[in-house]
């Protein structure tokens, strides 16, 4: 039948016209075939002189507390200009699953650049762009293998070291990339020696303070792999080290609790038991303080003070329950093993990047990073930790010469002392202040009220 034959041949015309429409349309629509620029389709040394852009070696806030970094570029998948990654859906991304956990699972890209912000003058600010395409991909580039980001961080202190720029790069294809950068704006006041300048050669390791002579790589261009969040590296960061510090804080103050019951003779199994309740309502308190601080947009972080404050609303009603020894001599044991245990617990938080200290050129920071921005910062967590230790030993000591007991006024004291200690040792850090503008100063004159109070008792015996 020449008609059926005819009509199938028109339909068979038709599909294959449709498809060959439909493939130009991609084509003209694909962000590879329009020309993107040349460090983003083929990457090489846009740094200028003696500029460094290398592979992050290791983002919570800028370096300035009243206007904190931000990102002003976009990653590909969100601007969708010609030559980026539009369109990409995240690599690793499960399909279901809570939003933490997929992003948590999903491969990202992390590259530092790195610059020289010189020794003098006013804070200043600098925009990073950062290119990139992946390695493997041969001809035009598909959604999701090329990139363009830009970050823009203020408040760069002169004299604070070298400055690292870390960038995390989402929503691309995994696999291996090649990387440039190089620096789009700057701001740097009205005086033209405050100008900012790139910088990072070799030598430039040296500038680092002690202890942390974090090395500086001098090339131009980065090859950087694409991998989970908790394993890509930030330069001055040691993953897990905040939990594996944490724990062995909790795990060594749970030990010197139970030493000092047994040399005490007192009964140690239904106080511990008590005590590790305890910790369980300290690390979800900590947990709920950080959601309510941060008003429920972040959930990755445990504020010290939700902490704290579990530990001593489970601690204070095993009081009212009965511990199964009296009541003094569980208040001072647990006083000197919770606050030993914070002081092994708290450098985690400067090597994990979190509660960072402000930028500064004075000689007593330490470099170190929040995980976006690496530069020389004044060592808030390290400073808490060691008012946490000398408190402790000095109520352990008291305890050791005067029994249980009668020390119970001394670990009431200790914390009291830690917290006042905090109050002015949260001035240094880098986050905004608190969503109550008196709130440092009303519990800095409880803490004080409470610690006479206890010398009192103390002194009285």
Request: proline residues 9%.
């Amino acid at each position: 039948m020449p008609r059926t034959k005819n009509s199938k041949n028109k339909r068979r015309a038709s599909a294959a016209a449709r498809t060959a429409q439909a493939r130009r349309a991609h084509t003209a629509r694909a962000p590879g075939s329009d020309p993107a620029p040349a460090s983003s389709a083929q990457p090489g040394p846009a740094l200028g002189p003696g500029a460094t852009l290398a592979p992050a070696q290791g983002g919570m806030a800028g370096l300035a507390p009243s206007r904190p970094a931000r990102s002003r570029g976009k990653t590909a998948a969100a601007q969708a200009p010609a030559g980026t990654a539009a369109g990409a859906p995240p690599a690793t991304t499960p399909d279901s699953g809570p939003a933490w956990a997929a992003k948590a699972l999903a491969e990202l890209l992390t590259v530092t650049y790195w610059l020289d912000p010189g020794e003098d003058g006013d804070p200043l600010s600098a925009t990073v762009r950062f290119t990139g395409r992946r390695a493997e991909v041969t001809g035009k580039p598909q959604p999701g293998d090329t990139f363009s980001q830009e970050e823009t961080v203020e408040g760069i202190v002169p004299g604070s070291g070298p400055v690292a720029i870390t960038a995390e790069v989402r929503d691309i294809n995994p696999g291996q990339w090649t990387v440039t950068a190089r620096l789009v704006s700057r701001a740097d006041g009205c005086t033209p020696r405050h100008r900012l300048t790139p910088g990072g050669s070799p030598d430039g390791a040296r500038r680092v303070p002690w202890p942390r002579r974090v090395p500086i790589p001098a090339d131009s261009r980065a090859d950087v792999r694409t991998a989970p969040l908790m394993f890509t590296k930030v330069p001055g960061v040691i993953r897990y080290a905040f939990v594996s510090l944490v724990t062995l804080g909790v795990l060594a103050g749970l030990s010197l609790e139970a030493l000092l019951l047994a040399t005490g003779h007192h009964p140690v199994l239904r106080p511990m038991l008590f005590s590790v309740a305890a910790v369980l309502a300290g690390v979800a308190g900590g947990k709920a303080w950080y959601i309510a601080v941060n008003r429920g947009r972040k959930f990755d972080g445990w504020c010290i003070q939700g902490f704290i404050t579990g530990v001593a609303a489970v601690v204070a009603a095993a009081l009212l329950a009965g511990t199964g020894i009296p009541a003094g001599a569980y208040l001072g044991a647990v006083g000197p093993a919770l606050l030993i245990g914070i002081a092994i617990g708290r450098p985690g938080c400067f090597w994990a990047g979190c509660c960072t200290g402000q930028p500064t050129a004075a000689r007593r920071g330490i470099w170190s990073s929040d995980r976006r921005v690496g530069c020389r910062r004044e060592p808030a967590q390290l400073l808490e930790a060691l008012a946490a230790l000398v408190i402790g030993v000095a109520v352990l000591a008291v305890v050791l010469l005067t029994g249980l007991q009668r020390a119970a006024p001394a670990s009431v004291a200790g914390l009291a002392a830690y917290t006042l200690s905090r109050q002015f040792i949260l001035g240094l850090r880098s986050e905004p202040p608190l969503r109550w503008r008196y709130g440092r100063q009303v519990t800095a004159v409880a803490a004080a009220a409470t610690l006479i109070a206890s010398l009192v008792l103390l002194a009285r015996g």
